[in-house]
């Protein structure tokens, strides 16, 4: 290598390294992106803190709506010590117990006020303003859009627009704008509103009492007449019956409240439904769960105050608890759904902690038990009437039988409770009844009352007081003898109401705790404890009138919704006749239909003398009598269509209770004039069982009747009555039969 070469390769050398120009150009791009980073930072501090302004202005517009929406009261008269309405000044002239929805107007209304910028809301280094605007809004009818009020009208609605303002960093204003509508609902409910400073409570069911003689309110605790916030009262509405096509079953449904008067808060509900049923015999099963009865148990609610509920029974699934089914076939099958528990649940078992019916007469340490035979393992027997109606044994595997079931709605579903036990029963003029309520009321709190008292712990439930030596009457009661007949005058119509009075099975500490009380005159019986029912039963119960001549009583086969008649008096003509209600004391009372056993054939009745004065009825004569129906007929007591041709009108009704009851009919014919009567409805529209062969049916006796249509499903019968003498009443009881039976 030359020295030329070297001295090149070691100036390169001493060549490396950053000039000072690229030195100058990297601080540049430097300072650059830091100035960029610098500026971002500041826009986002910027950001944060009008985000944060902003959020504070929407929690101010809402907490103001909310304190709007917080009213408890309606009218601008919030304040009883004096006369007339009231006006909202500032946020402090009236507390929240005293605010109104009428007090809702720009810049007015609740316990916040207007905020403006001589003093506004300070939070953080900012100031708020806030204000709010108000149009009020009502339906002109219930189908037309909302309109704006004018004048005087009472606002429905009120559409509040509410609006938060400030200055931001930069100096600029800002606004936030909510709106809302406030509806004028029931003050109590606004309570829900706000409970920021309770943590909330749980929602009020509110009651809406019903009015007399459908619905009576019981005072139970308390004082129901003045402003005691614990005086509770209690009532049953009316019963609702549903009932089958073929008139069959019924579901007899109401619901029984308990609420405090002077706020109408609900604090206990009830639900019961009653039915009827065709059940059949069935092998128990360890795969089938069913349910002893549902009962009611004394205990302590939360602030150590005896209570009772409604208790669900104990499960089994075994083969030896007798089970049942309900029959789905033939005109059977129209019974309620609620009977697949029915037939299911109602049977008693050995081992079981209560029965289904307590009052039921235990007879099994007897030769020969009826209502709890041998071998069916405690289970109480079940009957089903033969083709003459008489109810005879069904207790084997296949047997069909007839049933009744009392359910009561625990947590939310409906259970077989035990049965129904009616202790009273009244028929009360129902002109009365509304103008006298009181003393219906009372009635019924000293008879609960002297019930308890006469109940003998050691002989309960088998025996029970004997009702008809109770003291307790009515004060104003009707027509209590012949002399003393409640009055009415030809021709004119009134509504006789009957009320009953159910006490359920009670278990010995209750009762011990009841008869404490009762027997401590410084004590006041707590009849929230007591399991009574006061039901209106006007439209369930069976009336008869001795002599319809003198006044008629309606008594027409129950329908669905209530659009029968029962209990309807008419005065017909001169004279003192006694009017009567009766009702079968368990389960199928209710339901109105045939027994289900001997035991329950036990029934209270009531009657009351009615005497017509003004004038005479109509001289027109009349024929009437009973119409029963044999078992190979296939027909319920009432189904036959009764119609009256030219100048002759009919009515029906019913006598007698259980196997027993016999449908009536009563024709008033056009004096000195022939008249027909048409029989229609009576062959069933079903097969004779094993048969291709439907029913073909025969009104006896034969004599003055002409079949039309004879076998057809449009066959009727006409009866002809000569001339009949004026006044006069005849009888002509009629019996139906199968035709291939004869008469």
Same mark, same amino acid.
């Given at each position: 290598?030359?020295?030329?070469?070297?001295?090149?390769?070691?100036?390169?050398?001493?060549?490396?390294?950053?000039?000072?120009?690229?030195?100058?150009?990297?601080?540049?791009?430097?300072?650059?992106?830091?100035?960029?980073?610098?500026?971002?930072?500041?826009?986002?501090?910027?950001?944060?803190?009008?985000?944060?302004?902003?959020?504070?202005?929407?929690?101010?517009?809402?907490?103001?709506?909310?304190?709007?929406?917080?009213?408890?009261? *309606? #009218? $601008?008269?919030? &304040?009883? /010590? =004096?006369? %007339?309405?009231?006006?909202?000044?500032?946020? @402090? +002239?009236?507390?929240?117990?005293?605010?109104?929805?009428?007090?809702?107007?720009?810049?007015?209304?609740?316990?916040?006020?207007?905020?403006?910028?001589?003093?506004?809301?300070?939070?953080?280094?900012?100031?708020?303003?806030?204000?709010?605007?108000?149009?009020?809004?009502?339906?002109?009818?219930?189908?037309?859009?909302?309109?704006?009020?004018?004048?005087?009208?009472?606002?429905?609605?009120?559409?509040?627009?509410?609006?938060?303002?400030?200055?931001?960093?930069?100096?600029?204003?800002?606004?936030?704008?909510?709106?809302?509508?406030?509806?004028?609902?029931?003050?109590? *409910? #606004? $309570?829900?509103? &706000?409970? /920021? =400073?309770? %943590?909330?409570?749980?929602?009020?069911?509110? @009651? +809406?009492?019903?009015?007399?003689?459908?619905?009576?309110?019981?005072?139970?605790?308390?004082?129901?007449?003045?402003?005691?916030?614990?005086?509770?009262?209690?009532?049953?509405?009316?019963?609702?019956?549903d009932v089958s096509q073929n008139d069959q079953f019924s579901n007899i449904s109401f619901t029984e409240i308990t609420y405090f008067h002077n706020t109408n808060i609900v604090k206990k509900q009830e639900d019961f439904q009653t039915v009827n049923c065709v059940c059949e015999q069935v092998s128990g099963s360890s795969s089938v769960t069913a349910y002893a009865p549902a009962f009611i148990e004394l205990i302590e609610d939360d602030d150590g105050n005896p209570v009772i509920t409604n208790i669900v029974?104990?499960?089994?699934?075994?083969?030896?608890?007798?089970?049942?089914?309900?029959?789905?076939?033939?005109?059977?099958?129209?019974?309620?759904?609620?009977?697949?528990?029915?037939?299911?649940?109602?049977?008693?078992?050995?081992?079981?902690?209560?029965?289904?019916?307590?009052?039921?007469?235990?007879?099994?340490?007897?030769?020969?038990?009826?209502?709890?035979?041998?071998?069916?393992?405690?289970?109480?027997?079940?009957?089903?009437?033969?083709?003459?109606?008489?109810?005879?044994?069904?207790?084997?595997?296949?047997?069909?039988?007839?049933?009744?079931?009392?359910?009561?709605?625990?947590?939310?579903?409906?259970?077989?409770?035990?049965?129904?036990?009616?202790?009273?029963?009244?028929?009360?003029?129902?002109?009365?009844?509304?103008?006298?309520?009181?003393?219906?009321?009372?009635?019924?709190?000293?008879?609960?009352?002297?019930?308890?008292?006469?109940?003998?712990?050691?002989?309960?439930?088998?025996?029970?007081?004997?009702?008809?030596?109770?003291?307790?009457?009515?004060?104003?009661?009707?027509?209590?003898?012949?002399?003393?007949?409640?009055?009415?005058?030809?021709?004119?119509?009134?509504?006789?109401?009957?009320?009953?009075?159910?006490?359920?099975?009670?278990?010995?500490?209750?009762?011990?705790?009841?008869?404490?009380?009762?027997?401590?005159?410084?004590?006041?019986?707590?009849?929230?404890?007591?399991?009574?029912?006061?039901?209106?039963?006007?439209?369930?119960?069976?009336?008869?009138?001795?002599?319809?001549?003198?006044?008629?009583?309606?008594?027409?086969?129950?329908?669905?919704?209530?659009?029968?008649?029962?209990?309807?008096?008419?005065?017909?003509?001169?004279?003192?006749?006694?009017?009567?209600?009766?009702?079968?004391?368990?389960?199928?009372?209710?339901?109105?239909?045939?027994?289900?056993?001997?035991?329950?054939?036990?029934?209270?009745?009531?009657?009351?003398?009615?005497?017509?004065?003004?004038?005479?009825?109509?001289?027109?004569?009349?024929?009437?009598?009973?119409?029963?129906?044999?078992?190979?007929?296939?027909?319920?007591?009432?189904?036959?269509?009764?119609?009256?041709?030219?100048?002759?009108?009919?009515?029906?009704?019913?006598?007698?209770?259980?196997?027993?009851?016999?449908?009536?009919?009563?024709?008033?014919?056009?004096?000195?004039?022939?008249?027909?009567?048409?029989?229609?409805?009576?062959?069933?529209?079903?097969?004779?069982?094993?048969?291709?062969?439907?029913?073909?049916?025969?009104?006896?006796?034969?004599?003055?009747?002409?079949?039309?249509?004879?076998?057809?499903?449009?066959?009727?019968?006409?009866?002809?009555?000569?001339?009949?003498?004026?006044?006069?009443?005849?009888?002509?009881?009629?019996?139906?039969?199968?035709?291939?039976?004869?008469?």
């Open positions: 290598m030359d020295d030329c070469e070297g001295k090149n390769m070691k100036n390169r050398m001493i060549e490396k390294g950053f000039s000072l120009i690229e030195v100058m150009i990297a601080l540049l791009i430097l300072a650059v992106g830091i100035l960029g980073i610098s500026k971002l930072q500041g826009t986002m501090i910027k950001s944060a803190s009008d985000a944060n302004q902003r959020t504070v202005a929407v929690s101010l517009a809402q907490q103001k709506i909310d304190d709007l929406k917080s009213f408890v009261l *309606l #009218t $601008a008269d919030v &304040d009883s /010590s =004096s006369a %007339g309405d009231e006006a909202w000044t500032s946020a @402090a +002239t009236w507390p929240a117990t005293q605010q109104s929805f009428a007090f809702i107007n720009d810049s007015e209304g609740g316990i916040i006020g207007p905020a403006d910028t001589g003093s506004p809301i300070a939070i953080g280094n900012y100031a708020y303003t806030l204000d709010w605007e108000v149009v009020d809004y009502y339906y002109p009818t219930d189908l037309a859009a909302a309109a704006i009020v004018t004048g005087t009208i009472v606002p429905e609605f009120k559409q509040v627009e509410v609006t938060v303002g400030w200055t931001d960093n930069s100096g600029q204003p800002q606004t936030v704008v909510l709106d809302t509508v406030i509806d004028a609902y029931a003050p109590a *409910l #606004t $309570a829900l509103a &706000d409970n /920021s =400073s309770t %943590g909330g409570v749980p929602p009020y069911v509110y @009651a +809406t009492p019903g009015f007399a003689p459908e619905v009576i309110p019981i005072c139970i605790s308390g004082d129901c007449d003045g402003t005691d916030p614990g005086g509770l009262k209690k009532e049953t509405d009316n019963p609702e019956p029974g104990e499960t089994t699934a075994s083969a030896n608890r007798r089970i049942g089914v309900k029959v789905a076939t033939g005109q059977d099958g129209q019974q309620d759904d609620v009977c697949d528990t029915c037939c299911r649940d109602h049977h008693d078992y050995t081992g079981a902690a209560n029965k289904y019916d307590p009052f039921r007469l235990d007879d099994s340490a007897v030769g020969t038990p009826i209502y709890y035979p041998a071998g069916l393992n405690g289970d109480h027997g079940h009957f089903y009437p033969d083709n003459s109606g008489e109810l005879v044994a069904a207790n084997s595997v296949g047997d069909t039988y007839l049933e009744s079931c009392k359910f009561v709605r625990i947590d939310g579903i409906l259970r077989v409770a035990q049965d129904w036990k009616q202790e009273s029963i009244k028929v009360i003029p129902e002109s009365i009844l509304i103008s006298d309520v009181t003393d219906y009321q009372n009635y019924v709190t000293a008879f609960v009352e002297e019930y308890i008292a006469a109940i003998d712990p050691n002989s309960y439930p088998q025996t029970t007081p004997d009702t008809t030596s109770f003291t307790t009457t009515l004060t104003n009661e009707q027509g209590v003898d012949y002399a003393n007949g409640y009055a009415m005058n030809v021709n004119n119509s009134e509504e006789m109401i009957s009320r009953s009075i159910y006490i359920d099975y009670m278990p010995s500490d209750l009762i011990t705790a009841l008869q404490t009380q009762t027997s401590d005159n410084a004590l006041d019986l707590d009849f929230e404890i007591i399991p009574f029912h006061d039901i209106n039963t006007t439209k369930l119960a069976s009336w008869e009138m001795a002599d319809s001549g003198i006044a008629s009583v309606t008594n027409e086969a129950l329908a669905s919704n209530n659009t029968h008649s029962r209990g309807d008096v008419t005065a017909e003509g001169a004279g003192t006749t006694l009017v009567t209600v009766n009702m079968p004391n368990s389960n199928t009372g209710l339901t109105n239909s045939s027994n289900t056993d001997g035991d329950d054939i036990a029934a209270l009745e009531d009657d009351m003398y009615v005497t017509v004065t003004g004038g005479a009825a109509s001289t027109g004569p009349k024929m009437s009598g009973t119409i029963s129906m044999s078992g190979n007929s296939n027909l319920d007591f009432d189904e036959v269509t009764i119609d009256g041709l030219t100048g002759v009108t009919c009515t029906t009704g019913q006598q007698g209770n259980g196997a027993s009851k016999l449908m009536t009919y009563e024709c008033t014919f056009t004096t000195g004039a022939s008249g027909q009567i048409k029989f229609s409805a009576y062959n069933p529209t079903v097969k004779i069982r094993g048969t291709d062969t439907f029913f073909n049916n025969i009104i006896c006796p034969v004599n003055n009747m002409v079949v039309i249509s004879d076998n057809l499903s449009t066959e009727y019968t006409l009866y002809t009555a000569g001339i009949l003498a004026d006044g006069s009443t005849t009888t002509l009881d009629l019996n139906i039969n199968l035709q291939s039976d004869g008469c």
